[in-house]
């Protein structure tokens, strides 16, 4: 069975910082690449980090560039998304994905974890 678990989120003032963390099981972790995603209320779920599936390359939205790092334990199976000088606009769900392409490509979603950023 295949599970994706987000944790980490909730209540930070503007400027704060938090650790999201995704651990996952029941696929290969290692072979797939891991992305964090998030949705605002009223809004499309957007892309905000990727990562492959050795680590070597990640991939950041614009509008966390510079504030969030992206990183996979593929030892732990666990993705984490480090988020620094947070902002009222990070307030969001953010959603752990896992992908694998191929002739059948494979996308797993984790439940969503509540980030609310606010004074």
């Known amino acids: 069975q295949v599970q994706l678990v987000e944790s980490g989120g909730g209540l930070v003032q503007p400027g704060g910082s938090l650790r999201l963390s995704c651990a996952a099981s029941?696929?290969?972790?290692?072979?797939?690449?891991m992305s964090w995603y998030r949705q605002a209320p009223g809004k499309e779920r957007e892309l905000v980090a990727r990562i492959t599936s050795a680590g070597g390359t990640t991939t950041y939205a614009d509008s966390v560039k510079g504030r969030a790092t992206i990183s996979r334990d593929n030892a732990k199976n666990t993705v984490y998304l480090q988020m620094n000088s947070l902002k009222p606009e990070d307030t969001a769900v953010y959603y752990c994905?896992?992908?694998?392409?191929?002739?059948?490509?494979?996308?797993?979603w984790g439940q969503g974890t509540q980030v609310t950023v606010s004074s």
């Open positions: 994905n896992a992908f694998r392409s191929g002739i059948v490509p494979r996308y797993y």
């Open positions: 029941g696929f290969i972790f290692s072979s797939y690449a």
